[in-house]
T-cell receptor, first 114, second 111 residues
Framework: SQKIEQNSEALNIQEGKTATLTCNYT??????LQWYRQDPGRGPVFLLL?????KEKRKERLKVTFDTTLKQSLFHITASQPADSATYLC?????????????FGQGTTLQVKP | SQTIHQWPATLVQPVGSPLSLECTVE??????LYWYRQAAGRGLQLLFY??????ISSEVPQNLSASRPQDRQFILSSKKLLLSDSGFYLC??????????FGPGTRLTVT
């Protein structure tokens, strides 16, 4: 079965630096991969979706890459700010047709220090 | 615009009591609906999903059940709660099988 690995250790960086989070998967390559942000006590918020035929996608200060050979996605936040502090979840589609089912990683907590 | 509601926001229930959590979506038609549970410090576990009224698929065997009596209403139930049912319950919707939009969640504590 598909497994997703995100770094369970918190990532601490200084304000203004680029944060890079990693998502590795072990089995089939999904048709698309998504990233979500979750703040404590809140539901996840969708950030970006990248398809298997896309190498890179950008949205404002966010950038996502998708390497189907390495079975890995990288999520970058440039010019990080304390407000970017949150847990970031990687999610993969499960190949279940139009059900939209996703498998979520456990998330990586990012702490941006001023 | 679309919105999703969940209630209650928090709930404390004794072991063996029944449970009913409700989720409603506004501003979209025929969405896919999902129930997730997130244990403390853990990832999201998909419990149920529905692609239409009365169509429920269960992902994990458990003492929970789900129903979809209306297009934009999704209910999570249990006849008798267990301690292990404690967690953060999240409802989500999607259209077209792509990104999901989550509700605010219900924090359930079973005592």
């Amino acid at each position: 079965s598909q497994k997703i690995e995100q770094n369970s250790e918190a990532l601490n960086i200084q304000e203004g630096k680029t944060a890079t989070l990693t998502c590795n998967y072990t089995n089939y390559s999904p048709a698309y991969l998504q990233w979500y942000r979750q703040d404590p006590g809140r539901g996840p918020v969708f950030l970006l979706l990248i398809r298997e035929n896309e190498k890179e996608k950008r949205k404002e200060r966010l950038k996502v890459t998708f390497d189907t050979t390495l079975k890995q996605s990288l999520f970058h936040i440039t010019a990080s700010q304390p407000a970017d502090s949150a847990t970031y979840l990687c999610a993969l589609e499960t190949g279940s047709g139009n059900t939209g089912k996703l498998i979520f990683g456990q998330g990586t907590t990012l702490q941006v220090k001023p | 615009s679309q919105t999703i509601h969940q209630w209650p926001a928090t709930l404390v229930q004794p072991v063996g009591s029944p449970l009913s959590l409700e989720c409603t979506v506004e501003g979209t038609s025929n969405p896919n609906l999902y129930w997730y549970r997130q244990a403390a410090g853990r990832g999201l576990q998909l419990l149920f999903y529905s692609v239409g009224i009365g169509q429920i698929s269960s992902e994990v065997p458990q003492n929970l059940s789900a129903s979809r009596p209306q297009d934009r209403q999704f209910i999570l139930s249990s006849k008798k709660l267990l301690l292990s049912d404690s967690g953060f319950y999240l409802c989500a919707w999607s259209v077209g099988g792509a990104e999901q939009y989550f509700g605010p969640g219900t924090r359930l504590t079973v005592t």
